[in-house]
């Protein structure tokens, strides 16, 4: 008997679902399925409003950082330890100037 995923090919014919759409909904619902097996005894969604992250083993778990933290980052163009570094630097420097004219 020839099947779409665990759905026999009939069945799938009656629900009027075309066999393209189908077998795409089965690829999604393996990748849901394993989120849920690699996110452990936390759930697949991190609470409140943390980050979702994952380990190199694809592990899924809450970061420490909320959306709204990561948010600030949007629209950095290059390293931001270099700028904070940057701004240190010039911060002194301008400090330095200042009090040796006084």
């Given at each position: 008997?020839?099947?779409?995923?665990?759905i026999?090919?009939d069945e799938?014919?009656?629900?009027?679902?075309?066999?393209?759409?189908?077998?795409?909904?089965?690829?999604?619902?393996?990748?849901?399925?394993?989120?849920?097996?690699?996110?452990?005894?936390?759930?697949?969604?991190?609470?409140?409003?943390?980050?979702m992250?994952s380990?190199?083993?694809?592990?899924?778990?809450?970061?420490?950082?909320?959306?709204?933290?990561?948010?600030?980052?949007?629209g950095?163009?290059?390293?931001?330890?270099?700028?904070?570094?940057?701004?240190?630097?010039?911060?002194?420097?301008?400090?330095?100037?200042?009090?040796?004219?006084?």
């Amino acid at each position: 008997m020839a099947t779409i995923g665990p759905i026999p090919l009939d069945e799938v014919e009656k629900l009027g679902w075309s066999r393209t759409f189908i077998g795409w909904f089965f690829r999604l619902l393996a990748v849901v399925e394993n989120l849920a097996e690699n996110a452990g005894a936390s759930g697949v969604f991190p609470s409140g409003n943390r980050v979702m992250i994952s380990d190199v083993t694809g592990k899924l778990s809450e970061s420490s950082i909320t959306t709204t933290e990561l948010n600030y980052l949007d629209g950095a163009t290059s390293n931001l330890q270099t700028q904070l570094t940057t701004l240190d630097n010039t911060t002194e420097e301008l400090k330095r100037r200042l009090f040796m004219q006084g």
